[in-house]
């Protein structure tokens, strides 16, 4: 099968490059928030899904950590990444990148995601979904980043979301739904569709999985995310999951694993020594950096990979 050339030409490497044009001349690698040009995407695809209530201001960019974020979003999209079609193998999934459902970290937790997953041969879907606002300066900001991780981390059980996710939900839908119409423009076979979201991403996945009635997902990967119980459904796909100690949706809980073992759902978790939140593909000398290959493995022992 022969793949547009618009498809075949999404890189990575082809957005960083558009963003890091606008922002090289001071990017630390610390916490501190710097103002970004919001960069051009493309091959991002809008989703149709309508905006958010009570938004005044429009989407911007910023870079925390080295790492392009997007903020106040409120037209969703859903941008391919599409593996080299010797190496594809018809596995799809789609990737949320995480933020609290106030930004969304779409480099560590989204292109670069998409792009290692395209080496496995599988097509990757980048969903930027609509976000809650956070005003229009960095400081509102930086005050919406503070009541984010001040909730994040008292009492018994992992901390939910206190707001209506339908607006994630339905963008979620909508990809999924895209996926299923073009899937032979992409190459993928819809019996082999997953999702993997990481902190308010992994959240989200787990809305769709318990929630939504369109996604028929084949597999999920919640990367740190609450580890609270749940109600399995019954036709709940695989799950695998991974989560370090010291990151603060932990505390010792597993409640959600042995929630899909008590369903007899198959369950892989991994659980690390160190690693904290946010850390994407992996950061130096962190026993969580080797997730993603065991996501890969777990993948392909349960033959979501085998080409078709």
């Not at 899904?49 to 903020?71: I, L």
Request: glycine letters at 10%.
């Amino acid at each position: 099968m022969t793949l547009p050339n618009t498809v075949l030409n999404l890189t990575k490497s082809a957005i960083f490059t558009l963003t890091l044009a606008v922002s090289a001349t001071a990017i630390a690698q610390d916490g501190k928030i710097y103002p970004l040009d919001r960069p051009d995407e493309p091959n991002a695809i809008p989703l149709n899904t309508g905006g958010v209530e009570g938004q005044e201001n429009p989407e911007s960019w910023f870079r925390q950590w080295g790492d392009p974020m997007a903020r106040n979003i409120s037209e969703a999209t859903l941008t391919p990444f599409l593996p080299d079609p010797e190496k594809a193998n018809g596995a799809a999934v789609i990737v949320a990148p995480g933020g609290g459902f106030r930004w969304l970290s779409m480099g560590n937790e989204g292109w670069e995601i998409a792009e290692a997953l395209n080496e496995q041969g599988i097509a990757a879907f980048v969903l930027k979904y609509r976000l809650r606002p956070t005003g229009a300066t960095i400081e509102d900001l930086e005050r919406s980043m503070n009541r984010t991780f001040s909730s994040a981390g008292s009492g018994d059980n992992p901390p939910r979301p206190q707001w209506d996710l339908s607006n994630q939900l339905e963008d979620a839908e909508a990809a999924y739904d895209m996926i299923i119409e073009r899937a032979e423009e992409w190459g993928v076979d819809t019996d082999r569709i997953g999702m993997i979201g990481f902190s308010a991403g992994a959240g989200l996945t787990m809305h769709c999985t318990l929630n939504s009635e369109k996604m028929k997902l084949a597999f999920i990967g919640p990367i740190y995310g609450g580890m609270g119980p749940q109600e399995v459904p019954e036709d709940a796909p695989p799950m695998f999951a991974a989560i370090a100690t010291d990151d603060f949706l932990f505390r010792g809980q597993f409640g959600v694993i042995e929630s899909w073992h008590k369903a007899g759902v198959p369950v892989e978790f991994h659980l690390y020594q160190n690693g904290g939140h946010g850390f994407g593909l992996g950061n130096p000398d962190r026993t969580s950096n080797k997730w993603f290959g065991s996501f890969i493995y777990w993948l392909e022992v349960n033959d979501f990979l085998e080409a078709k």
